[in-house]
């Protein structure tokens, strides 16, 4: 079915049924490897022969079996996560690869897994890659990187060698490129944010070649597309934006969502300059160690940087900060980057309702349309 | 609202009139004299001196003569004094939203309220190093507006979790917590060390270090007695919140002879109390834990309920990891060792397995009846399902270990009543 989409219907084909792509090559005997979180270098696990899958939430999924294990103040996501999991849904997998972000989600299921109620859950791997851009974890992070090297190695279909290594990273720069590329048509006003993200989060679930195709596609379709003479706004916010929900609110009150400090969408992409390192092992660990877009990053220099940048340009209309219930880190910040934005005579509004619950999205879109007129 | 002087006054002559342990004298005598000395050199002649969090190695500022005072333990400083509601609201007001945990931003607040003339014991100066997780951003926002040095320490995932961690942690460390995440906890704290030299203007003496060290695990060890005697005594024989008070009292001080001197002290007085049946509630019929924090912001509040139902709180979080979490045997590289103890500690008493299997081998080994689960600490729900499931109930008990905004008394004193009535006498009943 998905053969006969092109463009952004496939994209949003993927975006939608995200497990689509890893079931269908399971389906035609490959091995699936999940990963949760933006910090597990796939080119790792495609370089091994495997078929890398992101595993996310499905938004607005109930969760009732998360209700039973976990605290209000797990992330919806993780919770959602869980419940994924617990369910039975990520059987097919291989292996199941979480990251440091998610360390908590893996001590739940290892829990449940232990007292035998998740019987169906994959073989799980803890990839530990600290965020601090310190000399301090670097020997550590090296590690956890050989150490997936090394949990792969049993399920590997090829021979994880440099070159396929080196094939891999130039597979997904490939991708990022065609991602930069649908960046640059977002700040010309031609992208509604949704689509936007929806395309760009699309290559966390495709085939890397696949989705550069249909990226390709989009892009070409967009060439003849006006620009909207809309507010553009700047999104940041304090989960990663796994939904559309915030974008379509803030749309649908009269605004343009240009880009977002979120690693599902325009952090996604990644610099334009390729990672350095001597070999493909450095160089892939000083991508998602030193790129990846995530609350661990420390210091707030590092973490914000692209913000600023962002927020600063002359076509950056104004900012908007969601901090849903379950925030809490962004919440720290929030009055010193307001008060940055307001020195630097940007606009900005608070957002604390939670996007994922239908009934919440009205007041989502009134407050941005008061602000808006404001 | 903050206490009138009329309200801590009559606060100070109840919680005098409730005080069983001599200890608990000595103990605020001695916290007033260190507080004393800690506001004329430090708050008012401007020393140099460190904030952090619970579970950073206070030991290093010790072996540094650098003073250190604990974010929560001040926050709970502010709790006592019924000031945590104010300062609570002062940080929403600057738009840190009620979201943000206030267990340990209560310091945060005081220093930036700096116009309110009724600050706890006159407030605090501005700190020269502030440590704390990574994570925890109030401290990040501590560091900037107190022009402080931040390290900030990251706590590598524990990829195999042992169940049974308490059993392997003093001797068998390095197998337990592993020698990569050891490894990234001391290159973490040798840049810690290398702050804290600054700070302090001179080197790190680490044949004092190890001094400390070994004095913290002579500490520990009377507390892991004071634990035994309160499991294996026929009744309680001293009133929670005074053993809570007290050890973490002590905690904050770990490394000096004062310490040392204080939890020997505390052994002896428990022991003996307990030799001689001297017990908290002779009419002792319920023995309740703490699952998770503690009541912090009133610690006095269960009192009551002694003579209500005969229910006696008997084991908290505080006395168990003193032991369990903190004792390191083999002290031969210091810092190693600290590095060991902080690759877990306090995260083995909620992470999911860990928790649930130590919180029921602590709810056994101290005949426990119910439990009272406090805080919103991750995990904690997981333990509480460990608990019922072997037959012990649980209440969730809805407030801020020290934010008294989410007090109400009448609620809480009929969540308990109903608790102990409608859950803990059967669930007692039926084992018996």
Not at chain 1, 11 to 28: D, F, K, P, S, T
Not at chain 1, 29 to 58: D, K, S
Not at chain 1, 345 to 372: Q, T
Request: charged share 25%; proline share 5%; hydrophobic share 40%.
């Amino acid at each position: 079915m998905t053969a006969t989409l092109t463009g952004l219907a496939s994209l949003q084909y993927h975006y939608a049924n995200r497990l689509a792509a890893a079931r269908e090559a399971h389906a035609a005997g490959r091995r699936v490897v999940g990963t949760i979180g933006n910090t597990v270098p796939r080119e790792l696990i495609m370089a091994a022969g495997l078929f890398p899958v992101l595993v996310a939430a499905e938004p607005g999924a109930s969760t009732p079996t998360a209700e039973i294990y976990m605290e209000p103040v797990i992330a919806p996501e993780t919770r959602a996560l869980f419940e994924l999991a617990v369910g039975g849904q990520l059987e097919f997998l291989d292996l199941l690869i979480l990251s440091r972000p998610f360390s908590q989600l893996y001590y739940y299921l290892k829990e449940v897994h232990r007292l035998g109620r998740a019987p169906h859950l994959p073989a799980l791997h803890m990839f530990d890659l600290m965020q601090s851009q310190r000399d301090a974890v670097k020997v550590y992070n090296t590690r956890q990187l050989q150490a997936l090297r090394d949990r792969l190695a049993p399920f590997s279909e090829a021979d994880l060698d440099e070159s396929r290594l080196d094939a891999a990273l130039a597979l997904t720069e490939n991708a990022r490129a065609r991602q930069r590329e649908l960046l640059d048509l977002r700040w010309r006003g031609v992208v509604p944010g949704v689509d936007a993200l929806q395309a760009i989060a699309a290559g966390y679930f495709m085939a890397p070649d696949a989705y550069a195709d249909a990226l390709a596609g989009y892009i070409a379709d967009l060439s003849s597309a006006p620009p909207v003479n809309h507010p553009r706004l700047l999104v940041l916010s304090s989960e990663p934006l796994s939904h559309p929900h915030l974008h379509a609110a803030v749309e649908e009150a009269g605004a343009l969502v240009v880009a977002e400090d979120d690693w599902w969408g325009a952090r996604a992409a990644g610099a334009a300059t390729p990672p350095q390192g001597n070999s493909p092992m450095e160089r892939l660990l000083n991508r998602y160690w030193l790129e990846s877009a995530t609350n661990g990053v420390w210091p707030a220099d590092a973490r914000e940087r692209w913000f600023r940048e962002a927020a600063s340009r002359d076509d950056t209309d104004g900012v908007v900060f969601y901090l849903p219930p379950s925030d809490h880190q962004l919440g720290w910040d929030y009055p010193r980057l307001k008060k940055w934005l307001d020195s630097i005579n940007k606009r900005s509004v608070l957002i604390r309702d939670e996007a994922r619950v239908p009934a919440s999205r009205a007041a989502i879109a009134n407050r941005v349309r008061e602000w808006l007129n404001q | 609202m903050t206490m009138t002087q009329a309200e801590r006054d009559a606060s100070r002559r109840r919680h005098e009139e409730q005080t069983q342990l001599e200890v608990t004298r000595t103990l605020r005598t001695y916290q007033r004299e260190w507080f004393a000395r800690l506001r004329s050199e430090v708050f008012e002649q401007g020393k140099p001196y460190v904030i952090g969090g619970a579970l950073v190695p206070h030991e290093v500022f010790e072996a540094l003569d650098l003073p250190f005072i604990t974010d929560v333990w001040y926050s709970g400083l502010v709790a006592a004094r019924r000031q945590s509601a104010y300062y609570s609201n002062y940080l929403s007001q600057q738009g840190y939203h009620e979201g943000l945990s206030r267990y340990g931003a209560l310091g945060l607040a005081v220093l930036m309220d700096e116009d309110n003339p009724d600050k706890p014991w006159g407030g605090i100066s501005k700190p020269a190093l502030v440590v704390n997780s990574i994570g925890d951003r109030g401290s990040d926002v501590l560091a900037e507006i107190s022009g402080a040095i931040r390290v900030p320490i990251e706590m590598p995932v524990l990829a195999r979790p042992y169940p049974n961690w308490w059993e392997m942690s003093r001797w068998n460390w390095e197998d337990l917590d592993g020698t990569d995440r050891i490894d990234v906890m001391l290159e973490q704290y040798k840049d810690l060390v290398a702050a804290a030299e600054r700070v302090a203007g001179k080197r790190l003496d680490y044949d004092r270090l190890r001094e400390i060290l070994d004095r913290v695990n002579e500490q520990e060890g009377y507390f892991d007695e004071v634990r035994t005697i309160i499991a294996t005594a026929e009744k309680l024989p001293a009133r929670l919140g005074e053993v809570m008070s007290q050890t973490m009292g002590i905690q904050w001080h770990r490394g000096t002879e004062w310490a040392l001197s204080q939890a020997r002290a505390f052994r002896d007085e428990v022991k003996y109390r307990a030799d001689n049946a001297m017990w908290v509630c002779p009419n002792e019929r319920y023995r309740l834990m703490y699952v998770g924090a503690g009541l912090w912001q009133n610690l006095d509040f269960f009192t009551e309920f002694e003579e209500r139902y005969g229910a006696v709180f008997v084991r908290s979080n505080y006395l168990s990891i003193a032991s369990d979490g903190y004792l390191r045997y083999g002290t031969k590289d210091p810092l190693r060792a600290l590095a060991s103890r902080y690759c877990t500690v306090s995260e083995q008493m909620h992470i999911p397995g860990l928790g649930g299997a130590w919180a029921l081998w602590e709810a056994q080994r101290h005949r426990v009846d119910g439990g009272l689960s406090l805080g919103a600490w991750w995990g904690q729900r997981i333990i509480n399902v460990h608990l019922e499931e072997h037959g012990i109930p649980v209440l969730d008990f809805p407030v801020d270990p020290v934010d008294a905004n989410s007090w109400d008394d009448t609620k809480m004193r009929n969540l308990v009543s109903e608790f102990i009535e409608k859950r803990v006498a059967p669930a007692q009943a039926a084992r018996k």
